[in-house]
């Protein structure tokens, strides 16, 4: 009995080495990826340099939970000028401050912000991709600076109560669904510069009485 019982002792203290082995294991793996990747943590920021020794970052997340986000210009003595796909996809924040230098805005970088309201963009900003502030119900006040050369499709979809935006000129197609279901769009100063509409840009943007 008493052999037993060390038996079922020592196979119990096998199995835990083995798992917290296991569990370094699956640690040092996830550590060696993000270092093969490149992302550093920097406060509520994830960010990535954009090519080494060029001085300049992309920010790949934001994990804080301020009211008022001000993005700073440089990290690590490092310009910000790119905002990620997804950045600050979720975040909580109901104004957002976008800092001079950024050039370009990813794929949904902002989108889905439920308590958004105000977005400040930078001049000098000259790119922002598909469905960058989609589905951001409560944004009612954002400026597209005259800098900005292209714009994706679906940027605003889904934005129920933004009520005026100015296109920049220079803009030439307004894409695919850009103001979808913006059910409060009353004014969109449209640039002679504009020589295509795309496939539902306005859809569903009436307001039922």
């Known amino acids: 009995m008493l052999r037993r019982f060390w038996i079922v002792v020592c196979i119990g203290f096998c199995l835990a080495a083995v798992r917290e082995s296991g569990a ?34 992309r920010i790949t997340r934001y994990s804080g939970n301020e009211t008022d986000v ?6 690590d003595n490092k310009k910000v000028v790119t905002i990620s796909d997804g950045a600050f996809r979720y975040c ?37 991709d598909t469905g960058a502030f989609w589905c951001c119900p409560n944004l009612v006040d954002i400026h597209l600076p005259s800098s900005v050369k292209s714009i994706g499709g679906r940027i605003f979809g889904e934005c129920a109560t933004l009520a005026d935006l100015s296109i920049p000129d220079g803009i030439t ?28 840009a306005f859809a569903g943007r009436f307001r039922q009485s």
């Open 92 to 128: 909580g924040a109901y104004s957002i401050t976008v800092p001079e230098g950024v050039t370009k805005i990813d794929d949904y970088a902002f989108s889905e912000c439920p308590r958004l309201v105000s977005v400040i963009l930078p001049d000098g900003l000259e790119t922002i």
């Open 70 to 75: 001000v993005i700073p210009d440089k990290i």
């Open 24 to 57: 370094q294991n699956v640690q040092a793996e996830e550590l060696q990826i993000r270092a093969a990747d490149g992302e550093q943590k920097y406060a509520n920021y994830t960010y990535k340099e954009i090519q080494n020794g060029t001085g300049t970052v």
């Open 173 to 200: 197609e307004i894409s695919g669904s850009m103001f979808e279901n913006c059910k409060s769009l009353l004014d969109v100063d449209i640039p002679f510069s504009v020589k295509k509409i795309g496939n539902m």
